[in-house]
């Protein structure tokens, strides 16, 4: 695996620091830089790249409306002195954003993060992967499959709640795309609303569904499950 990066920042010293630590992982490659997003965005829509590490505040075009421009988008990496351009990066489904000065410890989850979602992407049976890929808080985040309990659906969002973690995860994403990305063999769509893990049902009494430390209710186009699932 090989993968091609790009990086455009209108600060040398910048392009430098990204130089230097792309240098030190044999699956990246920077193929070319730029001091200005015009040229690179030029590049880009007549070179194809797997990484792209883009300023956002920059005095030509902002990083975000370059990557809004590209039609065949790379992995984004987000770099930029400036917190309040956060949300954007999450609209953009960057992979990471990385806050000036970047040390190389952020860097590097930066980069695993891209380089597991690269494998993920580009398995042949993703549904038997042993992780889940979504975008929540403005980055990519890896989830393991195995720690779903169950998946809410609340419109075009969905909330993973995860064992032992108080807090679910919340991405843009409708629950029909999340059951695609799930083993059909480890989940169970229960009710319009709910996807709940097999192996973590603990009972099922009056069409609810005992979890851990919660009840779901069983929809009526569902309850065929109520049957076989004991068999």
Not at 141 to 158: R, V
């Amino acid at each position: 695996m090989q993968l091609k990066c790009v990086a455009i920042d209108d600060e040398p010293l910048a392009l430098q620091i990204i130089e230097k630590y792309v240098a030190g992982y044999p699956a990246l490659t920077l193929v070319n830089t730029f001091e200005d997003a015009i040229s690179g965005g030029e590049y880009l829509k007549m070179n194809k790249v797997d990484v792209l590490f883009i300023d956002i505040n920059m005095p030509d075009i902002t990083g975000i409306d370059l990557v809004k421009s590209l039609t065949d988008k790379p992995m984004i990496i987000f770099t930029t002195a400036y917190k309040n351009y956060a949300y954007e990066g999450y609209e953009l489904e960057a992979v990471d954003y990385l806050l000036k000065p970047i040390n190389n410890l952020r860097f590097d989850t930066a980069v695993q993060k891209a380089i597991g979602y690269y494998q993920y992407k580009h398995t042949d049976t993703p549904n038997e992967s042993d992780f889940l890929y979504v975008h929540s808080e403005y980055r990519l985040i890896k989830i393991n499959i195995k720690d779903i309990e169950y998946i809410e659906s609340m419109q075009d969002y969905i909330k993973i709640h995860m064992l032992g973690v108080a807090k679910p995860i919340l991405t843009l994403m409708p629950l029909k795309s999340a059951i695609e990305k799930l083993p059909a063999s480890k989940f169970i769509r229960i009710h319009r609303s709910f996807v709940v893990a097999r192996d973590l049902i603990r009972s099922i009494h009056n069409r609810k569904v005992k979890l851990t430390d919660v009840e779901l209710p069983v929809g009526t186009n569902y309850t065929d499950f109520i049957k076989n699932w004991h068999k």
